[in-house]
């Protein structure tokens, strides 16, 4: 704005948009402008619907309803675009998660129309799987499409980092023309150049570089990548199916996809697939994670050569003590074992730290990861 | 042609009387065949580990229809036995009747089938556990020769074709040609069935049986033996087979078996009950009429009786037809039976009658409530009786008595709606905790349609709980089941719920303090507080293995509600929850370090957890029983210590102002370094103050400080900032209602200074202009009153 109005006015306006229309009474309306007022109605759609489930109810007073300004009364659809008319694209994307998360609009996401509307992102997704049950076809094939171009753009941003982490150790006798700075060979470069030191300047002129190459993975491995679909654990299920996509790409590695709630369900076969994986997910009302581990266990041909990866909360429903001695007999086996507690981009989460601990103390190691992390730990441990 | 098979074995002298379960005509036609044969034993189709209750059967105090209930053991099922099923008899069973009849001559009678725990007996074709032990019947409607068999005489399905045949016969002089007739249609039937059938439904094996303990009788006994089978294993009683073994001998242990009362509700064929004909009150008429009425001589008019009958039935609730109505359909009934070539008008005749004479209008597609009313007359609500002795177990004679005295009634199948004044009246709660429990045991009695309640708090203004209830022998079956665990219904309460409470971690919901409160605020509904204590330690088992802190608050918040309300629900004693509440409160200050630990993105189901509990404590501190909250303050100020997500620092710092071990001073200068913090993302700027106000929005009035930095904020923001900091705002303040947020902004417009005055906006208008406005005003009126529109 260039004429800024005088510092009070612009006060006033703005905790009038804060506190939204039960404000007006003692703030008025008279400082904003007509797209504040269209703001005002479309932050009120939203935030005045949690006082409504208090027992107000908005805009029904029967016969002595007073006239307002509104066009006319706002649906779902007509409010995402108002919101898009009216705010940059970051807090569209805010106001689009509070309604999903906080705020239990899940009408939003049932509607083809309206979810054509809504920003793809991850957590978005999130969202759409937890209730894709009880949505109908045309909004399934939605929700597949926004699955599919999540999933997209995560595994460009992932399979690089992936790849890289999990390209096999540097062979130092081995060169190669491939020019990575993780492959730089210094010794070499500095012996091969000394012939091009420059007395004057004290400097070698590195004239050509010298890379080592990299030793290609021979033997095979196994991942069991067993992943927990209690409603916490949504959003790392998400990376969960795309890592299991990228590492069935990888030669010589063989990826096991178990999923589970109090059942186990083996999608193995659909690995390759994240969005199929993704959209065969079920959330369950229990966690059995011991009878996932026990059908997990069935899954190890050669133990020292597997890397089992269970990825929950923790909160397990079921006995612990089962699936304490099922991890005990999988450490004994030799099998690489990682507890994952969270796969999310900042790498923290909520989980059970006494089972958590119990499972460390059978031979787990227990961690919450970001994805570029955990592609780092397999590489080291497939090494 | 089959050959049909031959009534009389004379190398043996063995009687096989082929019948249909529960037929009057073929009941009546083998009474006067045993009369005439006189037989020295008298064998029944029926699992022979049944015989010890053949004297209660036969006790003249038992009044049927009546049934054998089996609880077996199912493969597999460890513990405990299960797989109920049934052997019913009613007054016109033909099995009835022969058992009668030897108990009265003095006669042996023994059941001839495999035991109720066989493997053939426990589960049907498909392989699922069976629900009546008598032979399925179904190809009697069904089967191939039957249909063919139906087209041939006009009639609309098997039933039909039963009826034409059979029934119309029931007082026939000639028994050996109506049973020789039955002989023959039951092994048309059976030769129009596959053997692979027969193999894999147990049918094969269950006649091995029945001709051994047919041998073995025949060796036992001088005199002609009378033999009643279904008329489907008939054939198979007869010629050698030379692959017989020795019998199977009944089990004492797998399997155990109770006389008790039955419904014609639950013979109905239509119902789904396989062995039985369609509308047993139908036959229960037709039997009663000649059995006793017609041999009297009290009248001969059976169709005026039938329908008479109904008639009064109909004006019993205030709606029934004119008496002309009645004589048509009486006239039409008897019309249609002679057009038909039926003596008697029988079951279709009379309902075709019904409908065509009774109902005036067009027939619904949904049927008429008429014809609804019939066909639940037809079927009968009669519930039968047994003999005190006949061992029912003390769970039943309790859940009956008690019934009784809360005046439910238990001697027919009628389903009733019951209002219960549940505040005022003391018999009411109990009735009410009565309900509860047997719903919570399973029994199937009552369905609450409507009332209060009280743990979800929903509905609270409703003064009576309305229920449905109807006693059936389901409800006596399935406490029978139950009757393994306790002796009264409290304590079957208590044991269906530390069943159901072993079973949490199977459904993978063990460790969860909310499901394990659930089933014992169930318990406590269910009126069993005073014996409460003995699932207190599986339930606290249960919470003090939690670790979702979410889940512990929600189970304390159920656990001080129940406290709360413990008069209501019938519990003198206290001490149960008080332990419970302690328990879980304990577990909640366990789990409050972990709070640390919680990203930022992950902290609102803590931060609402966090709210909840601080209701919870307001409710138990107003009702007083509050918590000791010293620990829960020093958990606290070492949380503080800590780095935690923005949103949970709030709320800790809310409860530090609460409880005064901060002051506003300390928390206008957090509030200034969180507000102006260099947070990238603008959720997480506000996100203290959301953790403040999620706890404590009176903070926003009683501590001036909070206003002051967030007017700052809103003041100061580039408008960019602002409109990105916006939604989230909203989201910080939405905890408070329409009147907190004017008063908020009450002391926001205090602050920036703003009068109301300033807010009405004066429009200046001249005097010549409202004079002209006026003028205008009028002109207008006039105009509309001229129109006659005014």
Known sequence: MSDAPPKDAQCQRRWRLALGRYAERELGSGQMSRADQRADRAMDYLYAREMEKRGMRRDKGGGGRRGSLDPSQLTTLGWLGELRELFPQSVLETVQAHAIDNLGMNDLLNDPQVLDQLEPNQHLLASLIACKNVADPAAQAKIREIARKVVEHTMQRLKPQVMRALAGKTDRFRRSQLKSMRNFDWRGTIRENLKHFDSERQRIVAERLRFFGRSERRLPWTIILCVDQSGSMLASTIYAAVMAAILTGLPSVEVKLVVFDTSVVDLSSEAHDPVAVLMSVQLGGGTDIGGAVQYCETLVTQPTRTVFVLLSDFMEGGPVARLVAAVRRLASARVRLLGLAALSDDGAAVYDHQTAQRLAGAGMEVAALTPDRFAEWLGKVMA | MVDPAPLHDPLRDVFVVPVRHHSPACAAQLAALLDQVQPAAVLVEGPCDFDPLIPLICDARTRPPVAVVALRQLDGAARRKRATSYFPFSAHSPEYVALRHAHGRQVASQFIDLPSHARAMLFDGEGEPARTLQGDETLFDSGDYVTALARDLGCRDGNEVWDQLFETRIADADWRRFFADVGQYCACIRAATAQSVMETDGTLEREVQMRALVARARAATQGPIVVVVGGFHASAMFGDHPGDGAPVPPSGSEASSYLVRYGNRQLDALAGYSAGLPLPGFYQHWWDWHHCERANGATDDWAGTLIGGFVAHLRGQGRAPSFPVMLSAIEQAKRLASLRGRPLPLRDDVIDAVRSTFIKDEIPRAGAALLQELHGWLTGSAIGDVPPAAGSPPLVEAVRSEARRLRFVVDDGEIRTRNLDIYRKETHREASRFCHALALVGAGFGQRTAGPDFRNDVALDRLFEVWSVGWSPMVEARLIEVSELA??????????????????????????????????????????????????????????????????????????????GHKVLGISDPAPIDQLMHTIWRRVLVLLPELAAIPADQARPALQALADLRGVIEIARSAGFGFDLGPFDEALARLEAQDLAPAIAGAVMAFALLDGRADGQALGLRLQVELAGAYLDAGERLAFVGGIIAISRELLWTVPQVVEALDAVVGDAEEDDFIAMLPHLRLALMPLDPGEIDRLSTIVAERLGISPDALAQVVAISEDEALRNAALDRELARKLEAEGVA
């Open chain 2, 487 to 564: 002796d009264s219904l409290p304590e079957a309460v208590i044991a269906v719920i530390a069943e159901r409470i072993a079973a949490l971690a199977e459904q993978g919901l063990g460790r969860n303090a909310e499901a394990a409160i659930d089933l014992f605020a169930t318990a406590c509904r269910a009126g069993a507080g005073e014996s409460a204590g003995a699932i207190l330690q599986l339930v606290e088992a249960e919470v003090i293995e939690d670790a979702e802190l979410r889940s512990v608050v929600a189970a304390l918040s159920d656990a001080v509600l129940l406290r709360r």
